[in-house]
């Protein structure tokens, strides 16, 4: 597609439930991103796939987070057991290269998914 | 690690004022700087960036010049608009590895008529 899709844009979910946001990423790019933004506050990293390998899951907040991205394009984070502070704007963002380029990659974002948790 | 530091928000300015929003980073290696902005309800866009030092990004009127003496990569532009109204995040792309990218805390930008 033209951009990255995000989908649902919102979503509200009841404290204990298990939720699920979608991104697809603009096709052919190698490089996925997600990215939580709490109320006021700047993107912090989450995680990190290039095509369907996990790189790096460093920024996930605890064992309830879980992404995946089996076929190297769409790409699925789960929250398990929401709680309160899991309450927030969830970034994707992709990109054209991959590892191995040496220059400035350029991420491009999606409109997000706002999660509240009730 | 790396971090980057912006000037807190909101900055309120009347139309075709001049603007500053101040950003300074630490890094290890040579990083990458970026100014990325995102307007109600949409998702972050570039605005521009600047790969190595003295290095001057601009677009859309806007402008930062990344000062490796200074650790700083401060935006401006000469007359703002009211459709300039955004919240403006500095941010650094490290050297090496994947890229990954470290964002400030945002500075919010309300331009009145």
């Known amino acids: 597609g033209a951009g990255v899709s995000q989908s649902p844009r919102y979503k509200v979910a009841k404290r204990g439930q298990d ?16 990215y939580q933004q709490a109320l006021g506050q700047g993107p912090e990293f989450l995680t990190y796939f ?20 089996p076929e190297g394009s769409v790409s699925t984070l789960k929250i398990q057991r929401t709680q309160q502070e899991d309450s927030a704007v969830y970034l994707c963002a992709s990109s054209e290269q991959g590892l191995d380029f040496s220059g400035a990659n350029v991420l491009t974002f999606g409109a997000g998914s706002r999660l509240t948790v009730l | ?26 890094a290890t290696g040579y990083p990458s700087l970026f100014w990325y902005v995102q307007y109600p309800g949409e998702g972050l866009q570039l605005l521009l960036k600047a790969t190595k ?11 930062a010049t990344y000062r490796k003496e200074t650790t700083s990569f401060h935006l401006e532009k000469g007359s703002v608009q009211v459709s300039d109204s955004a919240v403006y995040f500095c941010a650094l792309m490290r050297s090496g590895g994947y890229q990954k990218v470290t ?11």
Request: aromatic share 10%; charged share 20%.
């Open chain 2, 1 to 26: 690690g790396n971090s980057v530091t912006q000037m807190e928000g909101p900055v309120t300015l009347s139309e075709e004022a001049f603007l500053t929003i101040n950003c300074t980073y630490t």
């Open chain 1, 19 to 34: 939720v699920a946001l979608r991104c697809d990423p603009i096709s052919g790019h190698v490089s996925l991103f997600w």
């Open chain 2, 53 to 63: 030092a003295d290095d001057k990004g601009s677009n859309k009127g806007f402008e």
């Open chain 1, 50 to 69: 290039q095509n369907e390998a996990q790189l790096d899951k460093s920024g996930l907040p605890s064992d309830r987070f879980f992404a995946e991205r």
């Open chain 2, 103 to 113: 964002f400030g805390t945002g500075t919010k930008l309300q331009v009145i008529p």
